[in-house]
């Protein structure tokens, strides 16, 4: 079974810009949450959608968004970038009833604002 | 405010010696613990976890303690192996928010042979 695939794997913004992220999950698996990993801020839950709907949504700015597709394909769009948005952007699956064990990471999106 | 914290940022061990990393939380609310390990360019990848009704759960190499009362957990590994070399995050999460995980900065891990 394929795993969690994200694209694309690396990126380069600028200041102002926006930018659409993308993540595929396990096939079956309907949760997707993302995170956000910093260095001195370790992964940061920014949202999770099931069934097309966002369930859980962390202390993120509006200019931070997501949606899920019928397919569980998501998408995290980030608006008027910002220098302190460069990070490791995470998406995990897990299928419907799982636990928090049962989430699969992807390898993840790494995005430099300059 | 860092509410799960691992104050080691990184940490070399020899191989066959026990690795121990330590987690520190604040959040009383908190009543579930996992350990992840991430190796570059992957994702992070559940490792063991336990439930604040414990105070240990063994896997294998793999043991986890949790003193509530101090708030702070531990992975111990033995014996490490050099395989075991990569970022070890702990993360917390509380009940009714089971996709809500809060996750330490990590603790990198080298294992030398």
């Known amino acids: 079974k394929a795993g969690v695939t994200q694209t694309p794997r690396y990126l380069i913004k600028t200041r102002g810009q926006q930018v659409t992220l993308s993540c595929s999950p396990i096939?079956?698996?309907?949760?997707v949450s993302w995170y956000q990993q910093t260095p001195g801020q370790g992964l940061q839950f920014l949202f999770e959608?099931?069934?097309?709907?966002?369930?859980n949504k962390g202390n993120f700015p509006g200019r931070f968004s997501g949606r899920q597709f019928s397919n569980s394909r998501s998408e995290m769009n980030v608006s008027t970038l910002e220098l302190g948005d460069s990070a490791l952007y995470l998406c995990?699956?897990?299928?419907?009833?799982?636990?928090?064990?049962?989430?699969?990471f992807g390898p993840g999106t790494r995005l430099l604002v300059l | 405010d860092q509410q799960v914290k691992q104050n080691s940022p990184s940490l070399s061990v020899q191989e066959g010696r026990i690795s121990i990393l330590n987690c520190d939380y604040t959040?009383?609310?908190?009543?579930?613990f996992l350990w992840y390990k991430k190796y570059p360019a992957e994702g992070p990848t559940f490792l063991i976890s336990?439930?604040?009704?414990?105070d240990k759960n063994e896997d294998g190499r793999f043991t986890v303690f949790l003193n509530k009362s101090a708030k702070h957990l531990s992975l111990h590994i033995v014996p490490s192996q050099p395989g075991d070399s990569a970022v070890y995050f702990c993360?917390?999460?509380?009940?009714?928010?089971?996709?809500?995980?809060?996750f330490g900065t990590g603790t990198k891990l080298q294992v030398i042979p």
């Open positions: 995990a699956s897990s299928p419907e009833g799982g636990s928090v064990e049962t989430q699969y």
């Open positions: 096939s079956g698996h309907r949760s």
């Open positions: 959608y099931f069934s097309e709907t966002q369930r």
């Open positions: 959040n009383s609310m908190f009543d579930y």
């Open positions: 336990i439930s604040s009704i414990k």
């Open positions: 993360a917390a999460s509380a009940a009714g928010g089971y996709q809500k995980v809060t």
